[in-house]
């Protein structure tokens, strides 16, 4: 049997983002304005502080700003929905993100709700989550809104097709679902709960891999043919899919790492530049 | 093989209007306020004042005050928002309907969306939405919270269980998914541009058809044992569910008429007053 083509994310992204620092450039030469995204992080996590600070270091090469807010561990709900208000009201910044998992005495969705939708260009917000289901304009959360990329890129139509989505996660698995049944595919949802997961994956043409449990799908699960989107991230660089048998079975696999990875952030740059576009009047 | 056993909607629908009334009568005695569901109708088409006409009866039968405003058809977008968010604003109006759908020259979604999350005991808005899919309190939509009282009412739990959902509408395929997931079914979203919808539907532990064409879901097409329950209306009071096939093969299934019809009404009226019982400090 034939092994699958890999479906390069790091060179898709690389494409986006490139375009999107294009954008960046040219708005700011016609507004006077760079594109603006703030971060906002509670407390000091180690992972935290290095994803935020990977999201400046690739805002700045895109020619966007970015405008940290840094909050002690102990900021209540009730602050950090005064801070993510006054940003969203704020005509300086164009984009919010609020790295999470914020800490257990916050309540996160309060925070989430704060930042205003025209801003949410990580894709967080109800309004986001509703407006990705019925297929309406709105920012996508970026995982999701990468992989739809990646199949678009690779010319998976998935109209008519049958995708499993395995994970039910509020911004991956639900919204990646929602996105494929906007483009006509048939979509089944598994989860922990799912009885006989290797029989439910073995119906997909689109397998999308959101659970993060290392290795759950193997290539025995996988039809022959069928696309595979692994967006599982465990320890040690291991994805939801067992990549050597998978590989053997499938007919389009994203690696891990260089798969849907990348995909996220450029989503983010991009969205971000998308929402100071209109923010400015010029989209 | 034995017949199905029947889901009497109209028995449950009943039950659950009989208690919606006790507790009104309990909320007017001691807070002096009745609870108030405002309807919203634009223009004259027959079939929506009937329908609302049928809503305010069954309100004031459970002691729920009714106040409608009736727009003419001629009503923007504009003016349309404006007095929905006037409603959402009232401290004496408890949940808004707006009866839908609207003239083609109004955005639905924009007024959807000036109806306070609060109010919404129609289930309208993308936070109710939201708030479905992620298994948080919030209102439901009212047919597919319907659904799940019956499934409920008959002992079905749809843990574990393969449900297959046929149709995607805002208010009633998407949203039954969402609360059947959120329920940990494995949920599979068909419409129409799936292939093979028979053998789909054959997966199905519980199938809901709520797509609107008589008849498609045929005894062929049903596992044996499996629940399902007709979501469909069709002019004659067909289903969607070929019902004479179909109850050779079910173990459980909902009639139409007196199936799900008559608890999408029941969970508006309840949904009313839960709204009243908060806002009134109650709940």
Known sequence: MSQARLMDGTALARRIV???????TALTERTGTAPCLATVLVGEDPASVTYVRMKQ??????GITSRHVALPAATT???????????SADPEVHGILLQHPVGEHIDERAA?????????????????????????????????????????AYDVDPAGKRAVVVGRSAILGKPVGMLLLARDATVTYCHSRTRDL?????????????????RLIRGQDIKPGAVVIDAGYNAGNIGDVDFDSAV?????????????GPMTIATLLEQTVHAAERQLGVA
């Open 112 to 152: 989430f709700e704060a930042i205003a939708p025209e801003k949410d260009v990580d894709g967080v917000t109800f309004a986001s989550f509703a407006t990705m289901s019925f297929g309406l304009p709105g920012f996508v959360s970026c995982t999701p809104g990468g992989i739809m990329r990646l199949l678009d």
């Open 57 to 62: 270091n690739r805002c700045r090469k895109a």
């Open 77 to 87: 709900t009730e602050e950090l929905v005064g801070t993510l208000r006054a940003l």
């Open 18 to 24: 490139e375009d999107t620092a294009k954008r960046a």
């Open 198 to 214: 290797s029989s439910a994956v073995r119906e997909a043409d689109i397998v999308v891999a959101a659970v993060g449990r290392p």
């Open 248 to 260: 053997e079975q499938a007919a389009l696999i994203t690696p891990v790492p260089g798969g849907v």
